[in-house]
């Protein structure tokens, strides 16, 4: 027998005890952060070496949803890294070992300042911001994630693209010794991402390297990855090593495995079916054993600060 | 005690409960008694009854050929449970399927079953095992004759089906359905091969002796 809940309060609203403990801790931190802001350490991404390090200095953001995060255990042992693995736990397991330090991000292509950057160099010049996100993964479920992370913008606008750079290419590192899955051809490694300028400078774009106030763990993409949260969660590349101001539309990984099931914009969007599963509905992650799927939003519910990018595309044909 | 009372009264109901252990497990799992069932509980189940689905076709279909290499025929005693268990997890499946995932919502599933052949797929693979499951009784067995062979060959088509269906809604690593495929591919290479012979010795032994 079934027992369903009363609809007046959605699971998903229901904030679990880790997330509460994540929460008071969250604060504190953000209270030490604010002590630091004083102290005039202002403006200078500091990301500390050690593991799951606390990160100071965390801006808030007008961004942000409202809606309860999903607990740490959740965002930390579901995740899609193919380099690890192409179970939902397999990066967990696998990624442990992973060395994100020393770490150095290549910068190329269509702007005035390019050249390879060492990780700590690289976010030297760009403010923390928590940005609490919604993630459409594109096999139909989602989390609220509290990134932390830069403006994609800002960094943009820091290397100065030229009027050539049409599009920015990301590509994750490619390391059979440390990345289990890159030994097997699960997809042509290394896997690549790409986003027009005009996506890229969208202030809803992110770099996050941190999850709630810590510094990013291996399996969610370390120390630096992608998010844009009107997309499908297959664009938040992981793990980047090079940025490239192109000039044409970038081959990206999922497209390329399977063009018909994957375009290059991957915007969330409910009334465009996946060739095998419908895109209408989602299962929010942490939402319990009977709760229903929720409506997918189109944008995924960003669409006030995206829409415009698309004016005038066929998004039935350029999904 | 003789042999086919302890196969009665003993093994049928350990390998009954060993058989139920996977569903026993997503129960326990469920609750937090023994292990979890992740971030995603819907998938898994969903995923754990698919393959003991999968696991027990290959297991009701290892029966004969391995009776055969190792000439324990008691084998057979345990056939027709394991093809139940098929169908139970088969069953079970399509039920999580229902009403965790689909949350009964009858045009969704309608949806899936016309729109997405792979759903299509694994349903045709099901109404198969109902069938058989539904004429498994010795009583009905007796009564069709020599149909219910014939009818229970199907398995063989609710096999191919059923890891059909498992290859076609993998998103990318077909690693695992491959394995079912292969496994699939030396059952049936097996019984080919004894047909094959079987077929040979029919037709020497049908001539004369020279």
């Not at chain 1, 770099?207 to 297959?234: D, E, M």
């Not at chain 1, 599963?277 to 709760?291: N, P, V």
Request: aromatic share 12%; with cysteine; hydrophobic share 40%.
């Amino acid at each position: 027998m079934l027992i369903r809940k009363p609809a007046d309060i959605r699971p998903s609203e229901i904030t679990s005890e880790t997330n509460y403990i994540n929460r008071r801790d969250f604060i504190r931190a953000g209270a030490i952060a604010g002590g630091s802001l004083i102290a005039g350490a202002a403006g200078a991404a500091v990301i500390p070496d050690t593991r799951q390090a606390a990160l100071s200095g965390i801006k808030k953001s007008e961004f942000s949803t409202d809606e309860a995060p999903n607990s740490y255990e959740d965002i930390t042992t579901y995740n899609n890294f193919y380099e690890f693995g192409t179970g939902k736990s397999d990066p967990f397991r696998n990624a442990e070992d992973f060395k994100p330090r020393p770490w150095s991000i290549d910068v190329s292509g269509h702007a005035e300042k390019t050249g390879t950057l060492d990780f700590e160099d690289f976010m030297k010049p760009f403010d923390l911001e928590e940005r609490i996100y919604r993630m459409r993964c594109v096999e139909a479920w989602s989390m609220v994630i509290p990134w932390v992370g830069i403006s994609l913008a800002d960094v943009v606008k820091h290397f100065q693209p030229t009027s050539k750079a049409k599009f920015v290419a990301f590509e994750t590192l490619n390391d059979p010794k440390q990345m289990s899955g890159v030994r097997w051809g699960s997809l042509d490694w290394p896997y690549r991402e790409g986003l027009t300028i005009e996506e890229a400078t969208n202030p809803l774009s992110i770099l996050a390297v941190g999850i709630y106030g810590k510094s990013i763990p291996n399996q969610n993409g370390a120390p630096i990855r992608l998010v844009t949260p009107w997309k499908y969660g297959f664009k938040g590349i992981k793990s980047i090593i090079r940025i490239n101001f192109t000039s044409s539309r970038p081959r990206t990984s999922w497209n390329m495995a399977a063009p018909q099931e994957y375009g290059f914009y991957a915007n969330v969007n409910p009334s465009v079916s996946h060739p095998r599963w419908s895109q209408a509905r989602e299962r929010r992650i942490g939402s319990g054993l009977f709760a229903d799927k929720q409506e997918t939003l189109m944008f995924n519910g960003y669409g006030e600060h995206v829409a415009h990018l698309y004016k005038g595309l066929d998004l039935r044909r350029n999904y | 005690m003789n042999t086919l009372q302890q196969i009665r009264f003993f093994w049928k109901p350990v390998v009954f409960l060993l058989c139920l252990l996977p569903a026993g497990l997503v129960v326990t799992d469920a609750i937090g008694l023994s292990g979890t069932l992740g971030a995603n509980p819907v998938e898994e189940i969903l995923d754990r009854f698919g393959n003991w689905g999968l696991r027990f076709i290959m297991i009701t279909l290892a029966i004969t050929p391995l009776r055969r290499v190792t000439g324990w025929n008691w084998l057979s005693r345990f056939r027709r449970m394991l093809g139940l268990f098929t169908f139970f997890y088969a069953l079970m499946h399509f039920t999580t399927w229902v009403v965790l995932d689909r949350d009964l919502r009858l045009s969704e599933i309608i949806e899936d079953l016309t729109k997405r052949p792979f759903v299509l797929i694994g349903f045709t693979a099901l109404l198969i095992l109902t069938a058989l499951a539904a004429t498994s009784f010795t009583a009905v067995r007796r009564r069709m004759g020599q149909h219910w062979q014939t009818l229970h060959n199907a398995i063989y088509a609710a096999a191919i089906l059923g890891v059909w269906h498992y290859w076609w809604q993998v998103k990318k690593d077909v690693t695992e359905p491959l394995i079912y495929a292969a496994i699939l591919t030396i059952l049936f290479g097996a019984r080919v091969i004894w047909h094959l012979a079987r077929n040979k010795r029919r037709h020497r032994e049908a001539r004369p002796a020279q």
